[in-house]
């Protein structure tokens, strides 16, 4: 995948992962049913969000590290 | 042995271990000014990830969050929603900071702003900016502390005292160590506070209620209103989608801008620490939902505690634990309050001293260290007097402290992202920025849509900075290209 794509998905991810924990894109996910782990669905929803934030940024990490290894080895 | 006295043992041990981890850390430090500031740039990975994960996590997410979950329900989801948001932005951001300050010898968040943008009144304004929002900040830390002192050892160590010896602590090491105690302190009490609220958010609801699942069943049929997003207000009615998405709004932009996590850009060994750092915070960010569980343990819960912020302890007392898991919890609690604490203590004196009075008065590094302990002491001392007032409305500054330190973000990214902006066009943005957020702060009923006064600040500040930067002659092409890629 290129930087760009890598930066480009990563940052569409963030806008998704704003809209969907904020006004309007919690709102069909204000509910307590169903369930998930014990948590209500919003809360669970949220922490979805969260969690996803961790493998997006780790996904985007290994695309640019490959971005620099490669611009240090032609410096180097 | 009295259960008091039993805590009050744990407690003492407590604050001699970090007492003297903060002492030792000091040691390896340099005595200069980017040693006491930014620890000679010499923090790797576990130290990075706790030192912002616990300067984060204060006692306003430890005995606040509860609370917020027990009054206002679904509303303290909030807490969990903006962190990842408002960090993911320094993958990019942190190392280019780092960058600038090896490059030009930053050890704060102003040294960058007035790198690009030279101006001894802006530095001046960010400093005292930054210190309105720091004092409200560590009160509510020491009343934290001394709240979670007096109510586990039934009154015998009075809120007071209770303060004076925990912050006397943190005054101890942050004078005589900086940057480098704050780092070893808050990686001990990160490891302490994550412990303890999965231990306690996972022992309360199946103690009380038989399960985490069983507990939210039960709440959803008692009261079915308080776990749906956006929850109450303060005063128990139903809270405005406005001021739920707002909040999440102005912590996400605001979250970094704070100078005491800001300038922790500065003190990474390397650029690899910072990504793996903002890679790894929402890790840290997910320690929350323990910390919401034991709120909402506490909805149902026969008994009514003196005000929401105590839930925690009172609950920790009312539901008959063992001594020594009481004395735990409140070490827990202090680790939240303290790790917070010294963070702020320490950058609001470096903040003063670097941004403020070094830009009028030319002082040796000696001189510049000296006074910045000083400040440490001065800065302990007011806040200490506003801790022991019990009428302060410091939730209403802190939440008002937000809407300040937000303005930082547009000059920030200024600064590193547009080339045209102009010292004039700053200054213009922060000073209408911050006086919109006043203005709005004192006069509630002026807001539209319920909004926070931090986002209706930034909606005029934006425009202010990009008009006047427009109109001002733009910087030249070799000072801007030292910032701008």
């Known amino acids: 995948m290129s930087l760009r794509t890598a930066r480009a998905l990563t940052g569409i991810y963030l806008l998704a992962a704003l809209v969907a924990v904020t006004w309007p894109g919690l709102i069909p996910f204000a509910r307590v049913e169903p369930m998930i782990l014990g948590l209500p669905f919003a809360l669970a929803w949220i922490a979805a969000w969260v969690a996803g934030t961790v493998i997006v940024l780790y996904l985007l990490d290994r695309v640019e590290r490959r971005y620099r290894d490669a611009a240090s080895g032609r410096a180097g | ?485």
């Open chain 2, 1 to 485: 042995m009295e259960q008091w006295v039993v805590v009050t043992i744990i407690i003492a041990l407590y604050l001699g271990l970090t007492l003297t981890i903060g002492l030792m850390a000091g040691r390896k430090q340099t005595d200069s000014v980017a040693g006491y500031v930014a620890a000679d740039r010499s923090f790797g990975l576990l130290v990075m990830y706790f030192v912002t994960g616990a300067s984060v996590f204060s006692a306003f997410a430890f005995l606040g969050g509860p609370g917020w979950a027990y009054s206002r329900g679904a509303a303290a989801f909030y807490i969990l929603a903006y962190g990842a948001l408002g960090m993911a932005p320094f993958y990019w951001i942190g190392p280019r900071i780092a960058a600038l300050g090896r490059r030009h010898g930053y050890v704060t968040q102003a040294q960058l702003i007035t790198g690009r943008f030279p101006s001894k009144t802006l530095s001046g304004l960010i400093a005292l900016l930054s210190l309105i929002a720091f004092v409200p900040y560590v009160t509510i830390q020491m009343r934290g502390a001394g709240i979670v002192i007096e109510a586990v050892t039934d009154g015998h160590v009075p809120l007071w005292l209770g303060a004076l010896v925990a912050y006397g602590i943190v005054i101890t090491y942050v004078l005589s160590a900086g940057a480098m105690a704050v780092g070893w302190t808050n990686t001990f009490q990160g490891i302490f506070m994550v412990v303890i609220a999965w231990t306690l958010g996972l022992y309360l609801p199946y103690r009380l209620y038989g399960g985490i699942g069983e507990m939210f069943s039960q709440i959803a049929a008692a009261r079915p209103d308080l776990l749906v997003p956006p929850g109450l207000d303060a005063a128990g009615d139903p809270w405005s989608w406005g001021a739920f998405t707002t909040f999440i709004l102005v912590s996400a932009v605001g979250l970094m801008m704070w100078p005491h996590l800001f300038m922790k850009a500065f003190t990474a060994k390397d650029d690899d620490t910072l990504r793996r750092t903002v890679i790894l915070f929402p890790t840290f960010q997910l320690f929350l939902i323990p910390v919401l569980l034991i709120g909402f343990s506490g909805v149902l819960f026969a008994g009514t505690p003196p005000s929401s912020d105590f839930i925690l302890p009172f609950m920790i007392l009312e539901t008959d634990l063992p001594a020594i898991v009481v004395g735990l919890f409140c070490a827990g609690a202090l680790s939240a309050s303290m790790s917070t604490g010294d963070a702020l203590l320490h950058a609001s004196a470096s903040v003063a001293v670097e941004d403020g009075v070094q830009q009028f008065v030319e002082l040796s590094e000696a001189a510049q260290k000296r006074l910045m302990q000083g400040l440490v002491l001065l800065t302990g001392a007011i806040a200490y007097y506003y801790a022991l007032d019990p009428d302060s409305s410091l939730v209403q500054l802190l939440a008002s402290a937000y809407g300040i330190i937000s303005q930082f973000a547009p000059p920030v990214v200024a600064a590193l992202y547009w080339r045209r902006a102009t010292t004039q066009g700053v200054m213009a943005g922060l000073i209408v920025g911050a006086a919109t957020a006043f203005v709005f702060w004192q006069n509630p009923q002026w807001k539209p849509f319920d909004m926070h006064e931090g986002i209706i600040a930034l909606i005029v500040h934006v425009p202010v900075l990009v008009a006047v930067s427009l109109a001002t002659s733009a910087q030249s092409d070799e000072h801007v290209a030292a910032f701008v890629d």
